[in-house]
């Protein structure tokens, strides 16, 4: 077969061409390529798909495939194949990384040693012991987030569309509705998949809720938070700070020297990359550029996943196939 492998890192075509020998790496473009592999940051709409006459399969490697027209790739019969785990720990391990600086104001301190200075004014945190940490989505690596709250003796309240009461009870947590998690956690931090009935949950009409001066983490989607009223929160102090890996519309973000000189076709889209910048300027707000999953160990997952889904499908044998 054919693949047109869209690389993220240069050491990643070495490793796959080392994991895929009956597979023929073909430049970007080829008509001739039969699967096309990609990252969340390089979508796959219409456009994309009829560059490759040919392609039977996609194969992203990432779990989420919102970056990819399914509808689309269905017409033209083409399948798609993700990377369903990769990252539990990896994710959850970032963000508590975030959890940790916003509570210890980690990069207010290091800039200002930076700009030479040691003085410890206005650089109190407070402790995680003892507070309540709410965690949307508790799939793999919501999970694995609880045991990492628990383990730094955080209560935990978990809020999800499916309840395990089995699993409540083995790790440690409480079940509870959107709300009352709101109202009741100091931290909290996202780990649901982007779908359209997660699309802006956390939104206008309930972020007024969240307990006043709390920190709310985004490891997932950027659109799972409306920024409007994110923005909105951190300026009338319902939250004190936010970890945020991931923003809305963050391509836009990557493309913006364009989008200054040519403009922008959805006005709503490009006030929430100016609500962006507010964001990225907040000294109480970190910005990651969609890193959490982003560890060597990770990658190699991903990747080894990635061939042995090309392979078979190349084999008649597809898995994790895209339902």
Known sequence: MKLVYIAKEEWEVAYMQGKLPGVELVAEGDPAAEVLSVFVNHPVDAAEMAKYPALKLIATRSTGV????????????????????????TVAEFA?????????????????????????????GFDLAGKTIGILGCG????????????????????????????????????????????????????????????????????????KGAYLVNTARGAVVETACLVEALQNGTLAGAGLDVLEEEG???????????????QEELEVMMQNHYLMSHPRVIVTPHVAFDTREAVERILATTAENITAFAAGTPTNLLA
């Open 66 to 89: 919102d970056h990819i027209d399914a509808a689309e790739a269905k017409r033209r019969g083409i399948a798609i194949a993700s990377v369903p785990s990769y990252g539990v720990n």
């Open 96 to 124: 508590f990384a975030l959890i940790l600086a916003l509570s210890r104001r980690v990069c207010e301190a290091s800039a200002r040693v930076k700009g030479g200075s040691f003085s410890q004014e206005g650089l109190t």
């Open 140 to 211: 793999k690596i919501g999970q694995h987030t609880v045991r990492i709250a628990k383990g730094f003796d955080m209560r935990v309240l978990v809020s999800d569309a499916f309840k395990n009461d089995a699993l409540a009870q083995e790790l440690g947590f409480t079940y509870a509705e959107l709300p009352e998690l709101l109202a009741q956690s100091d931290v909290i931090s996202i780990h649901v998949p982007y779908l359209p009935e997660t699309h802006h949950l956390i939104n206008k009409n309930n972020i007024s809720q969240i307990k």
């Open 252 to 266: 836009d973000m990557q493309d913006e020297m364009h989008l200054l000189a040519h403009g922008h076709p959805k």
